[in-house]
């Protein structure tokens, strides 16, 4: 990281496009640090299923105060999420967050809080973000936004070799694909493409293909070649 006036660039796209695990490799190729959205909003899910409360009683205040107890923490790379002081990334990961982080995610007081503390983060770091306004309502002015999309049969295909370690069948990714395309149907209001974000269908590519063409923008952008 140099000089004073900090770096941000924007990755943006539905569940499961690679936006974090793509924003995690761009960051370390550039020497920047990656900030992910994300696993705020699942740390205070995981915050608010610790509480035992129905999910269907949460309200944004609620998750809001339970904020809190959630922290960042600068790593070399990246920022991790502790809840109370402990590192919780097993947690905030888990088949329980997942199912619920849609719920606190739609919440415009949570947005809210989420944005506030990334744009923490930005201030002191340069940084690549990801998420699913990051470009329009974080960061209107990030010195590069990008907006990945992919076929949502591949993005199921990919999620599931990721989470079961092996290649799924045909009827794990069908069922699979079915959720992520409700999640999309919930998650609409919040994933927009910028209008001045670089539009990156990743179906077709490798994520190497992708960090690459990614970090060439950034590079272009920020007049940064030498960066490793």
Do not use: C
């Amino acid at each position: 990281m140099s000089g004073s006036v900090r770096t941000v660039i924007a990755i943006d796209g539905p569940a499961a496009s690679g936006k974090s695990s793509t924003a995690q490799w761009v960051a370390e190729r550039l020497a920047f640090r990656h900030v992910d959205s994300g696993s705020l909003y699942r740390g205070v899910t995981a915050v608010m299923l610790r509480s035992a409360v129905d999910p269907a009683q949460w309200t944004a205040d609620a998750v809001v105060g339970q904020g809190s107890r959630i922290a960042l923490r600068p790593e070399r790379t990246s920022f991790s999420v502790l809840i109370d002081g402990a590192p919780a990334e097993e947690e905030i990961r888990g088949p329980s967050v997942t199912q619920h982080v849609s719920l606190v995610a739609r919440m415009q007081a949570v947005r809210s809080w989420v944005n506030a503390r990334v744009r923490e983060a930005a201030a002191s770091n340069d940084v690549v973000v990801d998420g699913r306004d990051m470009g329009t309502a974080v960061f209107p002015d990030a010195a590069l936004k990008i907006f990945l999309i992919a076929d949502p049969w591949e993005r199921a295909r990919r999620r599931l070799i990721q989470r079961l370690g092996r290649r799924p069948s045909d009827d794990e990714i069908a069922d699979e694909t079915d959720l992520l395309v409700q999640r999309d149907a919930k998650d609409a209001t919040q994933t927009v493409q910028a209008a001045d974000a670089v539009l990156l269908d990743t179906t077709y590519l490798t994520q190497e293909e992708q960090v690459e063409r990614i970090v060439a923008l950034a590079r272009a952008v920020t007049h940064r070649p030498h960066a490793t």
